[in-house]
């Protein structure tokens, strides 16, 4: 039956391609008194899709039809299915068994038949009205690649050009786009027909991975089987957070009205969970154990794990569910708490040399983030440059780093290659609504290499890395432009599983930079005012040794403010870091306190100059940092972009550590705590004799 559906919806799209050229030739003109309900309902391709919209609420709560919304003000992209598609889709339920005959009369119960016209109407639309954005074919996201606005039913879809004909596209490779009635122009939105329903998958990574294990066609069986195995099934099968989910329906979430904005922000609407898996391919496996993946257990891949030396202190049993355990240690190294789209595996923004505002530009410099996987945490690396040509995994190139180099690979031997993730069509990457798997070629683990290299590099992170809510909820380097987040400072009601906040008194917000020109690193920032009080639960370091924390600041704001940094393994016992940091101070302050010059060319003195600042506790901002879309002024050029060192201690990979702000001045109304973004070095790197650290 599977099969049978593939290859009927794979026809179905071949055929849909090439059909309806005919019809309304006009589309392409703006329809200047239209909305999009109403050019709907003037065009008689539309009507079955017309009385659905009708016949469909808004949500569950309100008695607006979606067709009333689409007569109204707003920012709509509509895809819209024509009689032909909502009946071609009627036609895969017969297939599927749901219903008997493909009519509407023919459904079991009036909840199937809700269900299944909730699905045609409210997926067909992108609602960007808070965004203020609406989509054209031009501005679609690349290949295999998400709108960042969900569908009215809170659901990604992806885009797929075809490479046979660049002028053919669908929605989530089977829903095709007519190549003449797409780009229509209506007062409240863009109107684009489509020759099937759009219909994203319900399926979770738990529920998929289970099916995976007996289903020997889809490539990631073995993947499956070891899931299954070491009992994270139901782990992986959540979506959202519903206790989160009540609470703000019933408004126990209030915008907060803050002095600095016009306008109120906003709390999140969802807590979403999510899940990326980085999967070794059946094909892979049979190749390195020599056997058919019908006949591989999990047994055999740990016997193999075992044999190259990975996690030499795990236990070696059939325990599988045990986090001491082996083969648990290998699968969930391959697993990260969030779900990581195509488009934001490299966070591409404000690195020199880069245009955020150029369509499709091309990587530069390199980008990278290093996340903490489930299981035993542990760092994993995601890396994109110029000349990497696509991410990878746990890279680790040479770099052109010197004073006046300009940060591009210098060599990257076969070692630390990395592990190539394969993104586009044809691929094999699998959307469910909370993950994505991504098929890799080759292992990944947590050898003593990887430990190694990451241990003699300067480890950066935004702020905003710690926390996978903030990936999980479409927050991280969003498109929308000035985006803010309130969250709630209630102990009952808190957001984050990796952030406490201390007091009911912290007024504490995510704000995105977007095109604000701000030093900010990847542009987003950590906001707190009030009598704040935080703390993060750190990412672990890769090995044992000692460590320099510091922490990324610009003080361009007046309302900067005095924190006192603590520091410690005992969240409840953090011990305070020197004396407070004034967010205020920088290289633009009176009297020049940080010994801050710009930086004159003469290599010697200008490493004198960074000698002279480290004395008192402050780097200049990094090199690597631009504020504007392909701006020239980086942050090391920047008086008011610098870093303090906050902590300097000996760390180990197997402690957990938090870091907590609070506030230490009288007149915290208006004064803030920012932290752009954090960075962990190395003594090998900061206190390296032969070779200096980089400005970068």
């Known amino acids: 039956m599977k099969k049978l559906l593939s290859i009927v919806c794979g026809l179905l799209t071949i055929v849909l391609l090439a059909c309806h050229e005919d019809v309304d030739t006009s589309a392409r003109y703006v329809f200047k008194?239209?909305?999009v309900a109403s050019y709907l309902e003037n065009h008689s391709q539309f009507s079955e899709y017309v009385r659905l919209m009708k016949e469909q609420p808004v949500s569950d709560v309100?008695?607006?039809?979606?067709?009333?919304?689409?007569?109204?003000?707003?920012?709509?992209?509509c895809f819209a299915p024509t009689n032909d598609a909502i009946?071609?889709?009627?036609?895969?339920?017969?297939?599927?068994?749901?219903?008997?005959?493909?009519?509407?009369?023919?459904?079991?119960?009036?909840?199937?038949?809700?269900?299944?016209?909730?699905?045609?109407?409210?997926?067909?639309?992108?609602?960007?009205?808070?965004?203020?954005?609406?989509?054209?074919?031009?501005?679609f996201p690349k290949t295999n690649e998400e709108f960042e606005i969900t569908t009215m039913a809170d659901r990604k879809i992806s885009v797929t050009y075809y490479k046979t004909d660049l002028?053919?596209?669908?929605?989530?490779?089977?829903?095709?786009?007519?190549?003449?009635?797409?780009?229509?122009?209506?007062?409240?939105?863009?109107?684009?027909?489509v020759g099937y329903v759009i219909n994203p998958s319900n399926e979770t990574l738990g529920s998929t991975l289970h099916k995976f294990s007996y289903d020997f066609e889809c490539n990631l069986s073995v993947m499956g089987k070891m899931v299954e195995a070491c009992g994270l099934i139901d782990t992986l099968t959540k979506v959202r957070d519903e206790r989160y989910e009540t609470l703000y329906k019933t408004g126990a979430f209030p915008d907060f009205n803050w002095q600095l904005r016009s306008w109120p922000i906003p709390p999140p609407e969802h807590r979403k969970y999510g899940f990326t898996l980085f999967a070794e391919t059946d094909e892979f496996w049979e190749t390195t154990l020599g056997k058919d993946r019908r006949e591989i257990n999990v047994e055999d891949v740990q016997n193999w794990v075992q044999e190259q030396g990975y996690y030499p202190e795990a236990v070696v049993d059939d325990n599988y569910k045990n986090p001491d355990n082996l083969l648990y240690q290998f699968v969930t190294y391959h697993l990260l708490p969030q779900r990581i789209p195509i488009d934001k595996l490299a966070l591409h923004y404000n690195e020199k040399g880069f245009n955020y505002k150029v369509k499709n530009a091309a990587p530069t410099i390199p980008v990278w983030a290093h996340y903490v996987t489930m299981g035993q945490r542990r760092l994993l690396r995601i890396w994109?440059?110029?000349?990497?040509?696509?991410p990878y995994l746990n890279r680790f190139p040479k770099l052109n780093n010197g004073r006046t180099e300009d940060y591009h690979e210098k060599e990257c031997t076969e070692q630390n290659q990395g592990v190539r993730l394969e993104t586009g069509e044809g691929s094999g990457v699998v959307r469910l609504i909370n993950a994505m798997i991504y098929p890799i070629n080759a292992p990944i683990a947590y050898t003593e290499h990887v430990r190694n290299e990451l241990g003699k590099v300067r480890l950066r992170y935004d702020s905003w890395e710690f926390q996978p809510e903030a990936m999980n909820n479409d927050m991280r380097l969003t498109t929308r432009t000035d985006a803010c987040w309130y969250f709630s400072s209630d102990p009952d009601k808190q957001y984050f599983d990796n952030m406490t906040v201390n007091s009911k008194e912290t007024r504490f917000m995510l704000l995105s930079g977007r095109d604000q020109s701000w030093?900010?690193?990847?542009?987003?920032?950590?906001?707190?005012?009030?009598v704040y009080d935080i703390t993060f639960t750190c990412p672990p370091v890769p090995k044992t040794g000692v460590y320099e924390i510091r922490m990324g600041v610009s003080t361009y704001s007046g309302t900067r403010g005095i924190c006192q940094v603590y520091w410690g393994p005992r969240k409840d016992q953090l011990v305070p870091q020197g004396i407070p940091v004034n967010m205020q101070l920088g290289g633009n302050s009176?009297?020049?306190?940080?010994?801050?010059?710009?930086?004159?060319?003469?290599?010697?003195?200008?490493?004198?100059?960074?000698?002279?600042?480290?004395?008192?506790?402050?780097?200049?901002?990094?090199?690597?940092i631009v504020a504007s879309a392909g701006g020239r002024e980086t942050n090391r050029m920047n008086a008011g972009a610098t870093r303090r060192i906050v902590v300097r201690e000996t760390m180990s990979p197997d402690v957990v550590y938090y870091i907590r702000f609070k506030t230490v001045q009288p007149d915290y109304t208006t004064k803030q705590l920012f932290v752009d973004y954090l960075e962990w070095c190395p003594k090998e790197v900061y206190d390296n004799p032969e070779r200096p650290e980089d400005i970068w």
Not at 67 to 76: D, I, S, V
């Open 62 to 77: 309100s008695k607006t039809s979606v067709y009333q919304l689409m007569t109204a003000y707003g920012c709509y992209t």
């Open 590 to 624: 009176a009297n020049n306190l940080l010994g801050w010059e710009k930086d004159s060319g003469d290599e010697d003195y200008d490493a004198e100059v960074d000698k002279k600042m480290r004395n008192n506790g402050f780097l200049k901002g990094p090199e690597y």
């Open 167 to 193: 002028d053919s596209l669908s929605i989530d490779g089977m829903c095709p786009i007519s190549k003449k009635n797409r780009d229509i122009e209506t007062i409240n939105g863009f109107i684009h027909e």
């Open 384 to 390: 994109e440059s110029a000349e990497s040509q696509g």
């Open 87 to 139: 009946q071609l889709y009627l036609d895969s339920l017969v297939i599927k068994k749901i219903i008997p005959e493909a009519s509407w009369d023919a459904f079991p119960n009036e909840r199937t038949k809700d269900s299944i016209r909730a699905v045609i109407v409210l997926n067909s639309i992108l609602d960007g009205t808070k965004y203020d954005r609406m989509y054209f074919t031009a501005e």
């Open 519 to 530: 030093p900010n690193y990847q542009g987003d920032e950590v906001l707190a005012e009030g």
């Open 33 to 35: 008194e239209s909305t």
